[in-house]
């Protein structure tokens, strides 16, 4: 299938230096490109409550499953009088030509619920499930339900295998508004290790006045711990933001590209083996992260670009997936220095 116009590949450098090193390289990634950005001190505009999206509009000229996608994290949907909305100006893309690689589901496993109900922010009743292998139909109660450590060989996706990362992705390192001003992505495509199976939904929203950033709740699950944890078999995650405040890899655990490796050596992988959240997931006996919260720093008035990628690395077999929730403004900044809130990710508590 060709690739659409939107998803131009880019050149992906062979980086072989260690994260250290590529750190180092990068080395203006506590401020963003061109220097500090100086915090507006208008009012922050960015609603508190947002509206649930209904079902997608058959009549609607995007395709179906792309409008799914983005309504399960409250984007283009029609508020109500006391809801606002994220308002997309560049429309979504979902590139996944495996239909079973991804869904839109009210429950994953017999655990997994959307965080509006205990949050308040979203109000959808839906996660976003995207996977590196191939999911079961929803059930009965719009619910994924996996058979019993299937994620371990789910085989082939019909999505992506090789070549480049999906534009704008880049493992180069460099802060200059195009590379990968984390330096995170360096690690896992390092050597010539390749992607496959690879899918990514992209959106691009204008920030509202007084508002300095986004978040993001999720979760993510790898059929890769503990066995192949840590190895080049590393599955990654990446949350990609165009913004003047910074562009690059955002998706970061302490430093690092998000896999099943880092996780582990943060120990932030929360659900373990025979654990109750597992259930009903196909990752029981390997590993969950529980809710993390991602943190995205943005400037207001401008137009912000997100790509969310996922990517088998090294086997095209062994299954990783995440979960999408609750994407939301933020009035308060996030940084990347260690002054104030840490931009990236960080688990949330009891989740």
């Keep these: 299938m060709p690739t659409p116009p939107a998803w131009r590949p880019l050149r992906v450098a062979l980086v072989t230096c260690s994260v250290a090193a590529a750190l180092a390289c990068a080395d203006d990634l506590v401020e963003p490109q061109g220097g500090p950005v100086a915090m507006s001190v208008e009012e922050c505009e960015a609603p ?21 996608a983005s309504r399960a994290l409250g984007l283009g949907c029609e508020p109500g009088p006391d809801e606002s909305s994220l308002p997309e100006v560049g429309g979504a893309g979902l590139l996944a030509v495996d239909p079973d690689s991804w869904r839109v589901a009210e429950r994953f496993g017999s655990w997994w619920t ?19 292998g191939r999911l079961p139909a929803l059930d009965v109660d719009a619910a994924v339900v996996a058979a019993p450590g299937s994620a371990l060989d789910q085989g082939e996706t019909h999505n992506p295998d090789g ?9 180069e390192p460099g802060c200059d508004g195009a590379l990968d001003c984390s330096g995170s992505l360096a690690e896992p495509f390092a050597h010539g290790a390749e992607p496959h199976d690879a899918l990514a939904l992209s959106t691009a929203l204008e920030v509202p006045p007084g508002t300095h950033g986004l978040r993001l709740d999720l979760a993510y699950f790898s059929a890769e ?74 400037v207001p008035g401008e137009r912000v670009e997100l790509t969310i990628y996922l990517a088998d690395v ?16 933020d009035c308060e900044p996030c940084s990347f220095d260690g002054e104030g809130p840490a931009c990236g990710l960080a688990p949330r508590p009891n989740a």
């Design 48 to 68: 508190t409550r947002y509206a649930a999206c209904g079902p997608a509009d058959a009549s609607s000229s995007e395709a179906p499953g792309v409008e799914q």
């Design 225 to 298: 711990y503990p066995e192949f944890t840590p190895s080049a078999f590393n599955d990654v995650l990446a949350v990609w933001s165009t913004s003047e405040a910074f562009t690059g890899n955002v998706a970061l655990v302490e430093g690092r590209a998000l896999t099943a490796s880092s996780l582990s050596a943060a120990g932030w992988m929360r659900h373990r083996g025979d654990d109750p959240a597992l259930a009903g997931t196909g990752f029981e006996g390997h590993g969950g992260s529980g809710w993390l919260e991602l943190r995205v720093p943005v």
């Design 163 to 171: 070549g480049p990362l999906f534009a704008p992705l880049t493992s």
């Design 114 to 132: 959307p965080r509006a109900t205990s949050e308040g922010h979203n109000l959808d009743a839906r996660l976003l499930l995207l996977s590196t």
């Design 314 to 329: 090294g086997d095209d077999s062994v299954a990783s997936a995440v979960l999408l929730d609750d994407l939301r403004w």
